[in-house]
């Protein structure tokens, strides 16, 4: 069955960058566009953006354009994500999710929490 | 980018019929999505492109809507339905997620 299994979770200093990952298994990995999401406490969800594994193009919203850096490691069918200059803002859970059957997010992973504090 | 709109919270009886509402600030064709979030877990797909329940949701879970009002229906409502539910649409770039529906029972 697919399964996404991300890193733990991470306490990191201000302007430091922190990165995750998310070990897919299950499917083949580099048929698939593997998303990010963030969650801030309390609230609602926010895309990211996504990889495709086989060519390693990716797609982001503009929120997020230099400040997360998505990559695979096609030998381990895993997906990272680094996220750079981090603020308090950043603080969150992270989840990587799945569009297997496409147009929507039908795998997630348990999701990382990234607690950005000094 | 597309705002999804959704009442905030809402409190029901067991058994009882509940619909929760998504409105698009634009057009998003059939391509919006339901899932279902307990606390302390990631977000679970129920409905995909408006109506199609997903692998394994119970038939009390049901969708509907095309085009900017969508609605996610639960008839009836169970103990374990007490969850936060968000829809998000797949048709505009970026993909985007209403603030989510905070369902409580009474």
């Known amino acids: 069955q697919v399964k996404l299994l991300q890193s733990g979770a991470a306490l990191v200093k201000p302007g430091a960058s922190v990165k995750m990952s998310c070990k897919a298994s299950g499917y083949t990995f580099t048929d698939y566009w593997v998303s990010w999401v963030k969650q801030s406490h309390g609230k609602s969800l926010e895309w990211i953006g996504e990889?495709?594994?086989?060519?390693?193009?990716?797609n982001f919203n503009e929120k997020f354009k230099g400040k997360a850096t998505l990559t695979v490691d096609k030998s381990t069918s895993t997906a990272y994500m680094e996220l750079s200059r981090l603020t308090s803002e950043d603080s969150a859970i992270y989840y990587c999710?799945?569009?297997?059957?496409?147009?929507?997010?039908?795998?997630w992973g348990q999701g990382v929490m990234v607690t950005v504090s000094s | 980018d597309t705002v999804l709109t959704q009442s905030p919270a809402l409190a029901v009886s067991p058994g009882e019929r509940v619909s929760i509402s998504c409105r698009a600030s634009?057009?998003?064709?059939?391509?919006m999505h339901w899932y279902q979030q307990k606390p302390g877990q990631q977000p679970k797909l129920l409905i995909y492109?408006?109506?199609n329940l997903a692998s394994g949701v119970p038939a009390r879970f049901s969708g509907s809507g095309s085009g900017t009002d969508f609605t996610l229906t639960i008839d009836p409502v169970e103990a374990d339905d007490t969850a936060t539910y968000f829809c998000q649409q797949s048709w505009n770039d970026p993909y985007t997620f209403g603030a989510g529906t905070k369902l409580e029972l009474k």
């Open positions: 492109k408006a109506s």
């Open positions: 634009e057009g998003v064709n059939s391509y």
């Open positions: 999710t799945l569009m297997y059957t496409t147009d929507y997010f039908d795998y």
């Open positions: 990889i495709y594994p086989n060519s390693g193009a990716t």
